[in-house]
């Protein structure tokens, strides 16, 4: 483009330092407009203008505000698809409600006045999925009148991307439809409503307020009392009728705003049956989601699924928002599901202390969410950096919010790490968009066992296939990718190495226990990581809890108490048949975790995946007999060279039920017990993440 206007001084090029979106870039445009300039004509596009469109919209302007043409509507290849854009909506420029709440003024078409910029200028913010040509229309029509020319003067270029283009912005939802939907799911209208009312009703609401604001005074009185009575609309119920009569309108005749009306009118009911059902106390008769929706601007012309299963599907995999700078410092960005405190295990505690030693290494770290993120109480950075390892952590790390932000601030020489599937597709769009290679992906699971076989376990086992480099949580998780060639490990064995590492998960520091502590405990007493919910399934409650059982009927643990540990849920007790029941105890810190572990003889934790899960480990070094199960690559021998604190036996009922009965028999062994406690597995995140190891992260990262 420099090259193009060379010095033409009739030309200015301003580059942004780096992507804001077409709303933003506008708002620069229109502020660089030269102080003596009597007349704005906005041209971003690729649409063809006719030769005489300035010289008739300057001829027609007269004492309006703003003028603006019909338009022929044509493809991409030049082929007619309609003779004018009105084709299928009444046009309307003289109705400020029916503007403000469907814009029919496109920016292509349009000429203003240079005033109308003090008081367009500067735009609304940009929570909201705005549109430049809908705010300057407004501001116009609020200062007075709006002129229209009723015939082309440009052809409109429809492409299939464009971000509302004619077909959408003149769309009218069919009678059937409407009555289809009434079909759908209940919570999913609601929902819909509730959407609604964030995106398009508070994003009205804006607009409205700050025009009045801004023009008030110098509105005609029809004008304001028309915008003052709709900024009433979610106080008082005269405006929410006349929302609901204006809708009846349009389904008379060829429609004006498209049904817009009735989308705010469910928007506003559902607010008002949002105040209506909220109580003091909690209610199980009526609730009503209040949440803001995570995104106010969802992406024109996006397509999403309708049915709630896929759309939780596509939303999860769905980019996040980048806004590119040239100026921006790269970062190395540690992608993340959440920040949920209630689900904070020790999978958790490796992403975050990853991230910690890659900032004590000199890197420019952020740890970025990838779902939605709803309220944190005031304290959960303290409360996160209260986990071994993590003290200071968000001191040396950056935290982005990634679906809650407008656009995430990353240059082109931005990394990404990867430490689930769904956020491994996060980061291979991330690098697409920036021109980027490959990721380092954190893999702490088979991911594909962590669910059933269907969508989610197919969309993980994809993930493998993106392009990364792969850092393992054990070897023995590692060498299962290379028994089965996934991932890195989907060439030769050999390419795998060099494109991998492994490290061992820091165990939670347990004091070692005395053989005298050991000897005196009465009664003993037993622990089973117990994890009934759905996503633990991994863990095999039902199999422990009925391998368990089967160990009482043959006679073990007569006399001992019973505990379970691990559920989200609170305390309760669980029957094993005959008089006996195991209590599960509600979650715990970290620290207190510790101490419960040293007060157990012998624990029983199940993991039907490669990855030796840290919990029998944990109970094994706290001197606890750990009963857990084989599977594939984890064998006894593999386990035994751990620690001889763990029993292992076949992930069947009788296989762990003699296992346990294994365990019980020798746990009056204090001194073998004391000397299983001396773990060969890491105890400090420093030691997990080493100096040499992370310098092959380095190397990884930086290419």
Known sequence: MRAAVADDPRFLVSRSPGRVGFYRNFERALELAPPDARYVAMADQDDAWYPEKLATLLREIGDAQLVYSDARVIDRRGRLISD?????????????????????????????????????????????????????????????????????????????????????????????SRLGALRRDRRERVRMWRLHYFVDGCRLLQYATILDMRCGPRMTRTKRRSLRRFLRVDRRASPLVRLALRGLRELVGRPQTLGAEWMLFRAFAWRRLLAASARNRPSGRLRMDAVPPPALDPQPGRRVPRDPAARTV?????????????????????????????????????????????????????????????????????RLESYAGLAGLFDRVEVGFGRESQGLEVSRSDRFVATTWWTAHGARHALEALGGSRFLYLIQEYEPFTFPMGTFAALARESYRFPHVALFSSELLRDYFRRHQIGVYAGDAAAGDRESAAFENALTPIDPPAAAELAGRRPRQLLLYARPESHAARNMYELGVLALSRALEQGAFDGWSLHGIGTVGPGRRVDLGGDAELRLLPRSGQADYASLLRQHDVGLALMYTPHPSLVPLEMA???????????????????????????????????????????????????????????????????????????????????
């Open 84 to 176: 004018t854009y009105w084709s299928r909506r009444r046009n309307n420029h003289s109705d400020l409600l029916s503007l403000l709440v469907a814009n029919a003024v496109t920016g292509a078409a349009s000429l203003f006045r240079a005033e109308v910029l003090e008081d367009a200028l500067p735009f609304p913010p940009a929570q909201f999925a705005h549109f430049h040509d809908h705010w300057v229309a407004l501001t116009a029509l609020a200062r007075g009148d709006i002129a229209f020319v009723d015939r082309p003067l440009y052809d409109y270029v429809q492409h299939g991307q464009a971000a509302l283009g004619h077909a959408a912005a003149t769309r009218m939802p069919r009678l059937r």
């Open 314 to 382: 596509a939303e999860k995999i769905a980019p996040l928002t980048l806004a590119v700078r040239d100026d921006a410092p790269p970062r190395v960005n540690v992608l993340i599901p959440t920040m949920e405190l209630e689900h904070f295990f020790g999978g958790y505690i490796a992403k975050l202390n990853l991230a910690r030693r890659l900032a004590e290494r000199g890197a420019r770290v952020r740890i970025v969410t990838v779902d939605p993120v709803g309220p944190l109480p005031r304290d959960w950075r303290r």
């Open 621 to 703: 070094s706290a001197g606890m007999l750990a009963v857990t199960n084989s599977f594939e690559n984890k064998t006894a021998a593999a386990l035994g060279e751990i620690s001889s604190n763990l029993i292992v036996g076949e992930p069947t009922i009788e296989g762990v039920a003699g296992a346990l009965c294994e365990a019980e028999a020798a746990s009056e062994d204090v001194e073998r017990r004391v000397r299983g406690a001396a773990v060969r597995w890491s105890r400090d995140w420093d030691e997990s993440f080493d100096d040499r190891l992370l310098d092959r992260l380095s190397s990884f990262l930086e290419t």
